[in-house]
């Protein structure tokens, strides 16, 4: 029988039942509602100078010619891009992600890249059709937030990774890899989020060996590779062992993070089950937005466009590297990234980041606090993780002042 929700509400009113806990299946059990989105929440109070968010700045995006972006999408395909579409994704904006993936040496053709909904998407994808409740997966430590709260609804065991400046330390994946059967290695070659570090030359070229040797299957999650402001490109560990790893990119860093277009490339067998379980989440990626992203690459202005993010955010990042030189002693140091959004603070023993925050929004500027992208709890307490896309050079400066002020009174200088 169907009964109206209307009715099934006022039936709930009268024998004062409810939903409990108790209804909820039991991977919500590792979902816990992030402190860290009551963290963002705070920092974007009005005259909070935010180095906390992962945002691009606002003057990033294509404002001026989104017109003709929708313009140009309508001209070639009419009114399909408002229409269902194949999961796997827009044709055309496969095909112009091939091209765009290409000059990065991710060499593949447009029926084996997969559309997503932002990379997330992927690592949900892949937390859904790879692991099984106790499977072990190996990650960085630390690590990005949004990967392990993808992957925690599957409820993995987390093997953390050493990693110093030149990102994750090789022998001790080999480690890991002799120690346990890992299901997968999550990795961020490139600029890494939180910590900002680069995987070396020399260690990719470890790591993509010793896939090989083990059989280990890994994810190569890289959003910010485009983002480089000074230095050579490196290969993609993809480059080095195809066969073997998962390539995740997104448009969410130099088109727009609000339309939600990632993408990837995988080994067949994984690449047919993502697709089944996007078809399961969403059916396919917002036809409308997949068709404006494929003119911004095709229509040459993804190109055009670059140089002017790459020229917004390098001296915004030199600006948070000199006024750390200036404001902050010898017992603390942080990450030279040379490109994405993020550089990692770590202070002396005594500073204790997640304690400080508070106080560091009541003098208006907000970071995260590193504890959170440790899989190993008790890790991370003296560092933080520091945006430096989101504000201007002025408020970057002002903001480090502020915090290295406050971070000098609590541990003394
Ligand atoms: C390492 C990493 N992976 C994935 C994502 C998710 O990006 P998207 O907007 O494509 O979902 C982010 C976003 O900040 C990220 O830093």
Same mark, same amino acid.
């Given at each position: 029988?169907?009964?109206?929700?209307?009715? /099934?509400? =006022?039936?709930?009113?009268?024998?004062?039942? $409810?939903?409990?806990?108790?209804?909820?299946?039991?991977?919500?059990?590792?979902?816990?509602?992030?402190?860290? @989105?009551?963290?963002?929440?705070?920092?974007?109070?009005?005259?909070?100078?935010?180095?906390?968010?992962?945002? +691009?700045?606002?003057?990033?995006?294509?404002?001026?010619? !989104?017109?003709?972006?929708?313009?140009?999408?309508?001209?070639?395909?009419?009114? $399909?891009? &408002?229409?269902?579409?194949?999961?796997?994704?827009?044709?055309?904006?496969?095909?112009?992600?091939?091209?765009?993936?290409?000059? =990065? #040496?991710?060499?593949?053709?447009?029926?084996?890249?997969?559309?997503?909904?932002?990379?997330?998407?992927?690592?949900?994808?892949?937390?859904?059709?790879?692991?099984?409740?106790?499977?072990?997966?190996?990650?960085?430590?630390?690590?990005?937030?949004?990967?392990?709260?993808?992957?925690?609804?599957?409820?993995?065991?987390?093997?953390?990774?050493?990693? #110093?400046? #030149?990102?994750?330390?090789?022998?001790?994946?080999?480690?890991?890899? %002799?120690?346990?059967?890992?299901? &997968?290695?999550?990795?961020?070659? /490139?600029?890494?989020?939180?910590?900002?570090?680069?995987?070396?030359?020399?260690?990719?070229?470890?790591?993509? !060996?010793?896939?090989?040797?083990?059989?280990?299957?890994?994810?190569?999650?890289?959003?910010?590779?485009?983002? *480089?402001?000074?230095?050579?490109?490196?290969?993609?560990?993809?480059?080095?062992?195809?066969?073997?790893?998962?390539?995740?990119?997104?448009?969410?860093?130099?088109?727009?993070?609000?339309?939600?277009?990632?993408?990837?490339?995988?080994?067949?067998?994984?690449?047919?089950?993502?697709?089944?379980?996007?078809?399961?989440?969403?059916?396919?990626?917002?036809?409308? #937005?997949?068709?404006?992203?494929?003119?911004?690459?095709?229509?040459?202005?993804?190109?055009?466009?670059? +140089?002017?993010?790459?020229?917004?955010?390098?001296?915004?990042?030199?600006?948070?590297?000199? @006024?750390?030189?200036? $404001?902050?002693?010898? /017992?603390?140091?942080?990450?030279?990234?040379?490109?994405?959004?993020?550089?990692?603070?770590?202070?002396?023993?005594?500073?204790?980041?997640?304690?400080?925050? +508070?106080?560091?929004?009541?003098?208006?500027?907000?970071?995260?606090?590193?504890?959170?992208?440790?899989?190993?709890?008790? %890790?991370?307490?003296?560092?933080?993780?520091?945006? &430096?896309? /989101?504000?201007?050079?002025? !408020?970057? *400066?002002?903001?480090?002042?502020?915090?290295?002020?406050?971070?000098?009174?609590?541990?003394?200088?």
């Amino acid at each position: 029988m169907i009964v109206s929700t209307k009715a /099934n509400g =006022r039936a709930a009113q009268a024998t004062g039942a $409810s939903v409990s806990e108790d209804r909820l299946a039991s991977r919500t059990r590792r979902m816990s509602a992030s402190a860290i @989105s009551e963290i963002l929440k705070v920092a974007s109070r009005p005259g909070v100078i935010s180095l906390a968010g992962g945002l +691009p700045a606002p003057e990033s995006f294509p404002v001026a010619y !989104a017109h003709e972006l929708i313009e140009g999408a309508l001209k070639k395909h009419g009114p $399909s891009i &408002f229409q269902y579409g194949p999961t796997e994704g827009f044709l055309p904006l496969r095909e112009a992600i091939a091209g765009y993936l290409a000059e =990065r #040496d991710v060499v593949a053709a447009a029926d084996e890249v997969v559309i997503t909904t932002g990379s997330q998407q992927t690592l949900d994808a892949l937390g859904k059709v790879l692991i099984s409740p106790g499977d072990k997966i190996a990650v960085e430590s630390p690590t990005y937030l949004g990967a392990i709260c993808g992957f925690n609804p599957y409820q993995p065991d987390y093997v953390a990774l050493e990693s #110093d400046d #030149d990102g994750v330390i090789p022998e001790a994946l080999e480690q890991a890899l %002799e120690d346990h059967v890992i299901k &997968f290695v999550y990795l961020i070659p /490139n600029f890494q989020n939180p910590s900002g570090r680069t995987l070396s030359l020399a260690r990719r070229k470890a790591i993509a !060996a010793m896939a090989r040797k083990h059989g280990a299957l890994i994810i190569e999650d890289d959003p910010y590779r485009s983002l *480089r402001y000074e230095g050579e490109h490196l290969p993609t560990l993809w480059s080095l062992a195809p066969e073997l790893v998962v390539y995740a990119g997104t448009l969410s860093k130099v088109l727009s993070p609000g339309m939600r277009i990632g993408f990837c490339v995988a080994p067949p067998l994984i690449r047919r089950w993502i697709v089944l379980a996007k078809q399961g989440m969403d059916l396919h990626t917002s036809s409308l #937005d997949q068709a404006i992203a494929a003119e911004y690459i095709s229509g040459g202005y993804l190109k055009s466009h670059l +140089p002017d993010i790459i020229a917004l955010y390098r001296p915004r990042l030199g600006a948070m590297l000199d @006024s750390l030189e200036e $404001s902050l002693p010898k /017992n603390y140091s942080w990450s030279h990234p040379e490109g994405g959004m993020f550089l990692w603070l770590s202070g002396p023993a005594g500073l204790d980041t997640e304690k400080l925050y +508070p106080l560091a929004v009541e003098r208006n500027v907000a970071y995260v606090p590193g504890r959170y992208f440790f899989t190993t709890p008790g %890790e991370g307490n003296n560092t933080a993780r520091l945006n &430096f896309s /989101n504000v201007d050079e002025a !408020a970057i *400066r002002t903001g480090i002042e502020k915090l290295a002020s406050l971070m000098l009174e609590t541990t003394g200088r």
